[in-house]
């Protein structure tokens, strides 16, 4: 009972007049950015972060919680209506979401998808209660060496995984640990490569870098492709959900659950892995098989739930370990950081209050989200329809005052062009953002956990693979990094989002009308 007595007393503080405010401002905010059209959940909390800077931890949180899941929300909409997913985990929605809404069901599958994110990540933020303390009782035991090996499986989990290109995630990856060491020693005292800028002997700022990736690079590639036309977006206006659209979701809204939650908290996590295996899973135990492709309810249900469950599955690593194993989750460890906060195994010992809030806000919220966001479809379908000139342009100069504000310094809004201009560049070369920002943020965690052991060892490096918990997973980050290439040679290249929208599962519209996304390429959960 202490873990549900902990989350009790959260519910408390979530439960304030105050705090339900900013549960409800973060709620409408994340929708409201999410749901335009290429922007996914980690660059609506990119974009969304200095925001926070202004409030106190718990109300700056229980906000980040409303906007966590109200960005996952909006991206599901945007899947739907405009067959644009703004991640790669909403591919698989897209594919008979869109179908649906096409033959008139647009209701219909927001509403599954809706339900079915309330389940899961119902669900989920129960199973996050009662697992994190579990976690955090293993984890104490855990050796700098330890911790050291976990950041490595992360890396190379990240990088290998997201994107469609294994050599091109790891040398994001290498990008983002580069940015990381760019500052003072800590241990020296000597600082690296600062180019001689004063400013720049504290580091480059992780707000900085991950609003210019996500927000500035993605508005700068849609604006390279955008020629004409406007956004067409399907009718969302009838189809509502029949009794035998509940009958056919509710047994894939608990599979998706039962898929995202695990794979979800695992330390080489994500959401892209889940949905796939659940679009995978729905289409081989329907009864109606002659409708995947043509807009399969269960094709919704089932991969939205799994991928709002992962979304709650990250926060295990994230919230007990200190690992960031997607793009939102890399922005939350920035947030907690920007406070001063180490997520790890001793977070619910120094922070316990404010960890209890942010789980009870997460069910708070996405309560939230089913009561209010329902009603509201066809305000959202109305963001849509804003012309996307204005909309990039009010992107771009909500992340030029938010990167400002952060430190007041006009050097940020340089640092923002430059990296704006590189993220522009991946995506143009289909590099994946989420490996760098996650390179950034953890990068000198793990540096500063193998110079520890190091240390501890006189330089042995032997310390490395001591304990039983580092050689196993060492051996999985080897497993993760050359699994895929032996999977290659044997069957061939994987099938990847990209593939899928060459062999016709993602329909293309006319070249100069669409709105390619370069965050089809990785994680944003």
Request: net charge neutral; with cysteine; aromatic share 6%.
């Amino acid at each position: 009972m202490g873990a549900l007595g902990d989350l009790a007393n959260g519910f408390a503080d979530a439960l304030t007049p105050i705090n339900l405010l900013w549960a409800l401002v973060g709620v409408l905010l994340g929708t409201a950015v999410g749901v335009l059209p290429g922007i996914g959940p980690a660059m609506t909390v990119a974009l969304l972060l200095p925001v926070t800077y202004v409030l106190e931890p718990t109300s700056a949180f229980i906000m980040f919680a409303g906007i966590y899941y109200g960005g996952m929300y909006g991206g599901s909409t945007t899947s739907i209506l405009l067959n644009t997913p703004g991640e790669s985990s909403s591919i698989m929605t897209a594919l008979e979401g869109n179908k649906m809404a096409k033959a008139g069901r647009g209701s219909a599958a927001l509403a599954t998808a809706a339900i079915g994110s309330f389940v899961a990540g119902t669900i989920a933020t129960l199973l996050l209660a009662l697992v994190a303390p579990t976690v955090v009782d293993l984890a104490i035991g855990i050796t700098a060496a330890d911790y050291f090996a976990l950041a490595v499986l992360a890396f190379v989990a990240v990088a290998t995984v997201l994107g469609s290109s294994p050599l091109r995630g790891l040398a994001s990856l290498c990008l983002g640990l580069y940015l990381g060491l760019v500052g003072t020693d800590v241990l020296t005292g000597q600082e690296r490569f600062t180019l001689g800028v004063p400013q720049l002997s504290d580091g480059v700022d992780v707000v900085v870098v991950a609003v210019a990736l996500f927000a500035v690079g993605e508005c700068l590639y849609v604006a390279s492709r955008l020629r004409r036309g406007s956004v067409q977006v399907l009718d969302a206006s009838a189809g509502w959900l029949t009794r035998q659209d509940l009958r056919r979701s509710w047994k894939p809204w608990l599979r998706g659950t039962a898929l995202g939650f695990p794979l979800g908290a695992l330390p080489a996590g994500g959401a892209e892995i889940p949905t796939f295996l659940s679009y995978a899973a729905e289409r081989k135990l329907t009864k109606h098989p002659e409708e995947f492709g043509k807009g399969a309810i269960e094709g919704v249900a089932g991969p939205e739930a799994a991928n709002n469950a992962s979304a709650a599955g990250v926060l295990v690593p994230l919230l007990t370990l200190g690992l960031p194993t997607s793009a939102t989750a890399a922005i939350l460890l920035a947030a907690f950081q920007g406070y001063g906060i180490q997520p790890g195994p001793t977070l619910l010992t120094t922070e316990g209050p404010l960890v209890w809030t942010l789980i009870a806000s997460l069910l708070i919220g996405n309560a939230m989200l089913l009561v209010i966001n329902l009603p509201l479809v066809g305000v959202w379908v109305k963001l849509l329809r804003i012309p996307r000139p204005y909309l990039y342009a009010g992107i771009l100069m909500f992340a030029s005052l938010g990167s400002f504000a952060v430190n007041a310094d006009p050097l940020d809004l340089v640092i923002l062009l430059v990296i704006g201009l590189l993220g522009f560049l991946m995506r143009r070369y289909g590099w994946p953002v989420a490996p760098a920002v996650i390179g950034l943020i953890l990068g000198p965690i793990a540096e500063t956990n193998l110079r520890r052991a190091l240390a501890i060892s006189d330089g042995d490096l032997s310390v490395l693979v001591d304990t039983w918990f580092s050689r196993i997973v060492l051996a999985l980050a080897v497993i993760a990094l050359l699994g895929p290439i032996v999977l290659r040679l044997v069957k061939g290249p994987r099938s990847t989002p990209e593939q899928l929208q060459a062999d016709g599962h993602l329909e293309h519209r006319d070249r100069d009308e669409a709105v390619p996304t370069g965050a089809d390429r990785e994680d944003r959960s």
